[in-house]
């Protein structure tokens, strides 16, 4: 129960960010760069920003770039690869590594941080795979933005470019790789970090942690009413504009707006969890992102990958990840966050969407009944030499996938959706990959339909290239400003200077 009391300047924002992820950091590193005059609230109310779906472990993928993963490249009926979505995410990852060269120029933050080069690469040792990977090499190297992709059956040279995945296997079989050398791993915990280091010392962006929203109410065309709930006190504050970043959280939150855009949306909570390797014998012999392909009748999800990261400076290998069900929305978050989420508007769809997808629920049924046997038997697949002794499970995050009401009824969504209020005053962003490497340019989209009046100004367009020097550009159709760009960004955030 809240005490009503008259809200002071110091609690009326321009914007208030709820969650203290990348989203949320990436929109307040724009919105300050456009506008640095403008008061900016972020809420956490976790201890600490970047703890759920931002962090390095819990992501399910890090510098996505649609250059090995094959969710991002289905096979059509008519033997075609469908390309689209891996141009658009590519053309959006090179968005955020130009966001990112601008902010080292100028002094924000650190490359060497949190992004580290290496190679990503497809390998499949399957016969109807290796056709799918020649055929998506010969459609994706046409393609300007990948036509420095390698093709390669050639176990020799796979030796050298992925050694320990090539140890142990059978003489007698077939396999095939693509890679691309210009490849990243992205620790999104730090860059977070980063950004909130740079944003405290601006003195209009403010950051309160270990602080909930327990409400969310407007009255007619006034601000914006949050009531927040800390260790301390239960305090209001306004908002002309407010953005639900808070990943699984922010369908609960969105549902407490009571904007009617939000009113037939539902969730999908989908565990995760990695086998992780940190003994240096292996993780200094292996030098790379490897993604193979999803069984037949597996979903998307399920995309198997040997993947290097460096966390919090520290090389790790990862595999997986293994699905499994929880109730939970967020890693941190309640059992009850599926049920509490259940309104008249969503009901219909969720059961729908329940029934329509019987294999998804078997998949994770079965990935619910795997034990570390089971689990180095499939890692046996990429690396046949395996030692279970080196291998641990880690819990990886939470991904709560879309559930919509549409024109057929309640259907499940695998990617992400923005979904806004008629006049802009509020967002929320739902889904899940490929998320944090495209949140740039999820957060300019946002600002066009949120900010319309104020991105067509001088002024916030030419901040804008400042920031994002190819801003305007289709960087898949204008070869010249993609090899620009590219220089630019590679100079910058110093690509081939380490880790080659």
Known sequence: MFISEAIGPEDRFDAVLIGAGIMSSTLAVLLHELDPCMRILIVERLDSPALESTSAFNNSGTGHAANCEFNYTPLQSNGRIEIEKALSINSSFERSLEFWASLAEMGRISPATFLNFLPHISFVWKEADLDFLKQRYLQLSSEVAFQRMEWSDDKAELKEWMPIVMQGRPTSEKVAATRIQ??????????????????????????????????????????????????LNSYCVEGKFVFLGAGGGALSLLQKSGIPEGKFYGGFPVSGQWLVCNETQVTNNHNAKVYGNADVGSPPMSVPHLDTRWIRGRKSLLFGPFAGFNTKFLKYGSNWDLFRSIQMGNVGAMVQAGLENIDLIKYLYGQLQQDHISRVDSLQNFLPNAKSKDWHLSLAGQRVQIIKKT????????????????????????????????????????LRSSWGEKMSTKIWQDRLRRLIPSFGEDLNSNESMLKATRDRNDSLLGFGEKNQ
């Open 182 to 231: 210009r490849g990243t791993d992205v620790d999104f915990g730090a860059l977070t970090r980063a950004y909130f280091d740079s944003l405290e010392e601006s003195g209009s962006v403010h950051i309160r942690l270990s602080t909930e929203v327990i409400d969310i109410q407007r009255f007619g065309q006034d601000p914006w009413k949050l009531f927040l709930k800390s260790d």
């Open 407 to 446: 024109s057929k009824g309640g259907k499940l969504k695998m990617g992400t959706e923005m979904v806004s209020s008629s006049d802009g005053s509020l967002a929320a962003l739902l889904g899940a990959s490929p998320g944090a490497s495209t949140a740039v340019a999820i957060m300019i989209d946002l």
